[in-house]
């Protein structure tokens, strides 16, 4: 499996970003794994930004609800999260995720540089 994040760069606080991530390489159909969002910031632990999972509920961090939008195109093997309000705390990089529950299977993308700043 591959995924490949984009649309990662550099916005002033209050702006958006909308990332994506197109994955190829699935043993089953995408629409049977669910997709997620993690970030990094320097010198922190990764953590889950937003999920959505295969029937397509969707949950999010604490620290991002109300301002960013998970979704999936299954025809089109693509996630993407839509961020809004950004603020100079949402700096990291955001990893794209797929997982297949029922093996256990687990993926993750290269990984896309955020920046939020004035």
């Known amino acids: 499996v591959q995924l490949v994040e984009s649309g990662g760069g550099m916005v002033q606080p209050g702006g958006s970003l909308r990332l994506s991530c197109a994955g190829s390489g699935f043993t089953f159909s995408f629409s049977m794994y669910a997709m997620a969002w993690y970030r990094q910031a320097p010198g922190k632990q990764r953590e889950l930004v937003a999920i959505?999972?295969?029937?397509?509920?969707?949950n999010y961090a604490d620290s991002v609800k109300g301002r960013f939008t998970i979704s999936r195109a299954n025809a089109q093997n693509t996630v993407f999260l839509q961020m809004n309000s950004l603020k100079p705390e949402d700096t990291a990089v955001y990893y794209c995720?797929?997982?297949?529950?029922?093996?256990?299977?687990?993926?993750w993308g290269q990984g896309t540089q955020v920046t939020v700043s004035s």
């Open positions: 959505v999972t295969a029937p397509g509920t969707t």
């Open positions: 995720n797929a997982n297949f529950q029922p093996l256990a299977s687990d993926y």
